[in-house]
């Protein structure tokens, strides 16, 4: 049984950053794959970014690319989401997935997620 557990978020200004992190109880740097989804109110969860294994492939949703950063360190059992020139149709509830499967282009899926976080709380004001 894996236990995720977020933090990081908060309120930022438009333009702003904020950092948001995803601490792992355990996983295999071979084993799991890491995503970060977001909900906001009325709409349903959606893929932000997916992190690979050992081999660290990354990838982003359009509407993030280029100002949201995944990272991990399996070392700290830790994944990082880097957010950049935030906007206010980012704000959202932010949780973090892991998935024992290969990683694809399908990593969007949430029924490939096994366990998730409770989330936490990211607020953009313009």
């Known amino acids: 049984q894996v236990q995720l557990v977020e933090s990081g978020g908060g309120l930022a200004q438009a333009g702003g950053s904020l950092r948001l992190s995803c601490a792992a109880s355990?996983?295999?740097?071979?084993?799991?794959?890491i995503a970060w989804f977001r909900q906001a109110p009325g709409k349903e969860r959606e893929g932000v970014s997916c992190?690979?294994?050992?081999?660290?492939?990354?990838d982003y949703s359009d509407s993030v690319k280029d100002r949201f950063t995944i990272s991990r360190d399996n070392a700290r059992k830790t994944v990082y989401l880097q957010m950049d020139s935030l906007k206010p149709e980012d704000t959202a509830v932010y949780y973090c997935?892991?998935?024992?499967?290969?990683?694809?282009?399908?990593?969007?899926?949430?029924?490939?997620?096994?366990?998730w976080g409770q989330g936490t709380q990211v607020t953009v004001s313009s």
């Open positions: 997935a892991a998935g024992s499967f290969p990683f694809g282009k399908n990593w969007h899926l949430t029924f490939l997620y096994s366990y």
């Open positions: 992190i690979s294994g050992s081999d660290e492939i990354t």
């Open positions: 355990e996983f295999s740097d071979d084993y799991y794959t």
